[in-house]
């Protein structure tokens, strides 16, 4: 059974900085995109960002390029998000993806396992 935990999360200023985490099992998952999406209150699910199943190639939406940066560890099937300069839109729940799909380039909504979430609030 596949499970994905996620890390890291909780309560900053803005301008601050975070690390999340996402701990895969049941699977290797070294040939598999990996990514992270978030989503506030009252708004759907975004895409934040993510790496292919190599590692070599990351994409970032536009709204966290130059602040955040994902990086994957494939021999602990692990993914991170270090997330800098944070500001208080940056305020949701963020939630780690890995893909169902044998080496796509980047995770979409579907066809992924999702971890359950870990609250990420910035105070301004």
């Known amino acids: 059974q596949v499970q994905l935990v996620e890390s890291g999360g909780g309560l900053v200023q803005a301008g601050g900085s975070l690390r999340l985490s996402c701990a895969a099992s049941?699977?290797?998952?070294?040939?598999?995109?990996m990514g992270w999406f978030r989503q506030a209150p009252g708004k759907e699910r975004e895409f934040v960002a993510g790496i292919n199943w190599s590692g070599d190639n990351t994409f970032y939406a536009d709204s966290v390029k130059g602040r955040f940066t994902i990086s994957r560890d494939n021999a602990k099937n692990t993914v991170y998000l270090r997330m800098n300069s944070l500001k208080s839109e940056d305020t949701a729940v963020y939630y780690c993806?890995?893909?169902?799909?044998?080496?796509?380039?980047?995770?979409?909504?579907?066809?992924?396992?999702w971890g359950q979430g870990t609250q990420v609030t910035v105070s301004s």
């Open positions: 049941g699977r290797t998952f070294s040939g598999f995109a």
């Open positions: 993806a890995v893909d169902r799909i044998w080496r796509r380039s980047r995770v979409t909504k579907e066809d992924v396992y």
